[in-house]
């Protein structure tokens, strides 16, 4: 079955640097998302992205944060100057249609030190 | 912001008996409910889904039950195997189809052999 595929599957960085998480959706998905799970609380919409723009985002999606959509494969959640209470799983998702339903990937552990 | 929640952290189930997991919702606008799976270091996996107007939908060994009235959803699973255990999240969204999911905190089931 096809997935989606994030990297790195863990990262490490200093507070106040920038990240860049990678995502490749499925090659057909025209839906893409980004979901986030802080260490034992729920999962969390942040962003999600259509026709090459964004269509509705969370407040945790603040100025900090931003998306991409570079090529016609990756799918990159950029986050400017990270803080200590971004440290979560980050989990990108996409489906092929608005109705459809919903494959994620398996995540990528970003750890702020 | 507990919109969806799951109010057992675990569960523990006899091979071949039934898993009975709970989610109670608070937002009466809730319109599609959902339940994914989750292994370790992957990404949740749709399970099973139903929609308002429905207080029941069955698929093989998994039933989700809706009381609207009661705010309240459950999946049984039957008969429990034990590639069953895993985390169990629900989640609303407002209509089919909508971008942002709500997520419960999630159920973690093991089957005993």
Not at chain 1, 1 to 9: A, H, I, K, N, R
Not at chain 2, 1 to 9: E, H, I, L, M, Y
Not at chain 2, 58 to 73: M, P, Q, W, Y
Request: hydrophobic fraction near 35%.
């Amino acid at each position: 079955e096809p997935e989606v595929t994030q990297t790195p599957s863990h990262q490490v960085t200093q507070m106040g640097q920038e990240v860049i998480l990678r995502c490749v959706p499925i090659s057909n998905h025209l839906y893409f998302y980004w979901y986030r799970q802080i260490l034992g609380q729920k999962v969390e919409f942040l962003v999600s992205f259509y026709n090459n723009e964004i269509s509705e985002k969370s407040e945790i999606f603040d100025d900090q944060f931003s998306v991409e959509r570079p090529d016609g494969s990756n799918f990159t959640l950029k986050i400017r100057s990270t803080k200590l209470e971004d440290s979560a799983m980050y989990f990108c998702a996409s489906k092929e249609g608005i109705n459809e339903k919903l494959f994620f990937g398996s995540g990528t552990q970003l750890s702020v030190l | 912001d507990q919109q969806v929640k799951q109010n057992s952290p675990s569960l523990s189930v006899q091979e071949g008996r039934i898993s009975i997991l709970n989610c109670d919702y608070t937002n009466s606008m809730f319109d599609y409910f959902l339940w994914y799976k989750k292994y370790p270091a992957e990404g949740p996996t749709f399970l099973i889904s139903i929609s308002s107007i429905k207080d029941k939908n069955e698929d093989g060994r998994f039933t989700v039950f809706l009381n609207k009235s009661a705010k309240h959803l459950s999946l049984h699973i039957v008969p429990s195997q034990p590639g069953d255990s895993a985390v169990y999240f629900c989640a609303a969204t407002l209509q089919t189809g909508a971008n942002n999911l709500f997520f419960g905190t999630g159920t973690r089931l093991t089957i005993i052999p």
